[in-house]
């Protein structure tokens, strides 16, 4: 009978929990985003394990507007996507390099990527986050969406499920939540 205080005792411990996890969003291990401003839609993967969300580009260069720092690039998804994207570099990520992507002639293990703000809409959730540009084209997935960004979204991650969030639908004034 000692079984049945244990049992209480958890359950007790537990509860609490349960309202944080009644304040998120549940969404599958892939979702469709829309990426405000681009007026595109993707498939993204959703990563617990990656800090920092990635978008797939190309041709990227740095250069100053009216003394401030900017990025051009274009997106590498498909054909359709050859006009020249701009916008405010808002920092550069160290990125640790892979074992096998390490170049003992660089002599470092990580990579700078340009960093971007860029508002995601997934499902009816509009938010600004993070994105480095990097070419995923080699990826099934232009868009990886990694912790930092999925906070933002107040997400729960089921990776049973897959576009859990259906289409996106976020009003077009909606403000991003902080």
């Given amino acids: 009978m000692r079984l049945k205080p244990f049992l209480l005792l958890c359950c007790l411990v537990c509860i609490p929990s349960l309202g944080v996890a009644a304040e998120k969003t549940v969404y599958g291990l892939n979702e469709y985003a829309k990426l405000a401003g681009i007026d595109l839609e993707v ?3 959703l990563d617990t394990g990656a800090k920092t969300a990635s978008l797939s580009a190309r041709d990227i260069k740095r250069f100053k507007r009216n003394g401030e720092s900017w990025v051009r690039f274009y997106l590498a998804i498909d ?3 050859s006009h020249p ?3 405010p ?3 550069v990520s160290k990125i640790k390099r892979r ?3 390490y170049d003992p002639d660089e002599d470092k293990n990580y990579t ?3 960093v971007i703000a860029l508002d995601i809409c997934m499902g009816s959730a509009l938010r600004s986050i993070e994105v480095n540009l990097t070419d995923r ?3 099934q997935y232009p868009l990886l969406i990694g912790s930092e960004a999925l906070k933002r979204f107040d997400a729960l991650v089921d990776p049973s499920l897959k576009y859990a969030a259906g289409k996106p639908a976020c009003a077009a004034d909606a403000h991003t939540a902080e």
Avoid: Q, W
Wanted: charged share 30%; glycine share 4%; hydrophobic share 50%.
């Fill in 43 to 45: 498939a993204a993967k």
């Fill in 85 to 87: 994207i701009e916008r």
């Fill in 99 to 101: 074992a096998g992507d």
């Fill in 89 to 91: 570099l808002a920092r």
């Fill in 112 to 114: 700078a990527r340009p």
């Fill in 79 to 81: 054909t359709a996507h």
């Fill in 137 to 139: 084209s080699a990826f």
